[in-house]
């Protein structure tokens, strides 16, 4: 009967044991949070670029529209812009959301305590009837996407080969 005898593995196993207890929560989510970081900057960047307009807006129909949010929405996007606790689905993915919360210091009849930025957002990113579209959102996320991928393959990679030393 032939044998075969390896030299190492008990090391080897013990390293892939430490591997699985590690790659979730500490590997996978410490990249997912670096990539997600990229993505929201690239996003700021963009809301910080966005022109404002602090007109009341066109009156008669046919008139320009604005040509964005006001400066109070606009800084009241910038404060609320952030990114969520990682959740785990359940089925083995784990997500972060990018977002904003809360409201704005503009406050108007129908928003006593100041509008949703959530709200503003929308509006800019898809335009509305009296203010022109900017896509933030969709230019900041299409622009960082490879550099976020990127950045948590190696991130993913470098903390594998710390553990497997």
Known sequence: MATIEMK???????????LEKASKEEICG???????????????????ALPTDDSFGPSLPGEPPLKGPTQIQKQGLLE???????????????????????????KTKKWPNGQPNQMIARSVESGTSFMKKHQFIKNGTARSRKKAKDTMKKSVQKSVKEIMK
């Open 8 to 18: 190492g593995i008990d090391e080897y196993l013990i390293k892939l044991s430490r």
């Open 30 to 48: 410490k990249a997912i949070y670096e990539g997600a970081k990229i993505v929201a900057d690239s996003i700021k960047a963009n809301i910080e």
């Open 80 to 106: 609320s812009f952030g990114i969520t606790a990682m959740q785990d689905d359940g089925t083995g993915f784990l997500n972060v959301k990018l977002g904003f919360d809360g409201y704005n210091a503009k």
